[in-house]
């Protein structure tokens, strides 16, 4: 077994490279002009072999065995809820909203330094609401709670930590609040 040096044979010149051209596909072309004539003979050869539509010698004609039946007119319909509708009238017993004595606390966020819940409670002060920091001893130390309401109603306090979220503190949640 002999190995190539390739790298020192060096390239091809233009005596040795010797560029073919291809030759015309004359066998393609002669088949496909055989076809697109082959195609244009065949319709002109059946271009006059339609059928007469006026003359129907051929097709059997199609008789009515039984005569059609004429049907019935519809009757006029009577709507009576027209002429009684007017008549009537509803009656809505009114009763007066019973007021919710629940009240809801919504509270948005609990720490273990009174500056950081000083620092949410700012936060809160920049969108118009108001908070209060509570502190209060739990199980675990002391905690600061920011605090929000008392609230009248749930859709109040919902209206509010909407309010909040557009500064971006998504932490407020709203309890019932039993004083």
Known sequence: MTQRDYVKRGRATKQTK????????????????????????????????????EVAEDLPEVVATEPEKELPELPEEEWEFIRTLPGYEVEIEQTEEVQSTRRYIMQCGSF??????????????????????????GSNGRWYRVMLGPYDSKRAAERNRHTIRDVGIRTCQIWYWNQ
């Open 112 to 137: 273990r330094s009174e500056e950081q819940a000083e620092e949410m409670r700012a936060q809160i002060a920049m969108t118009g609401l108001e908070s209060v920091v509570r502190p209060s001893e």
């Open 18 to 53: 010797k560029v073919e051209k291809p030759a015309f596909p004359w066998v393609n072309v002669t088949v496909a002009l055989l076809i697109i004539v082959g195609f244009i003979f065949l319709l002109w050869k059946i271009k006059d072999n339609a059928p007469d539509p």
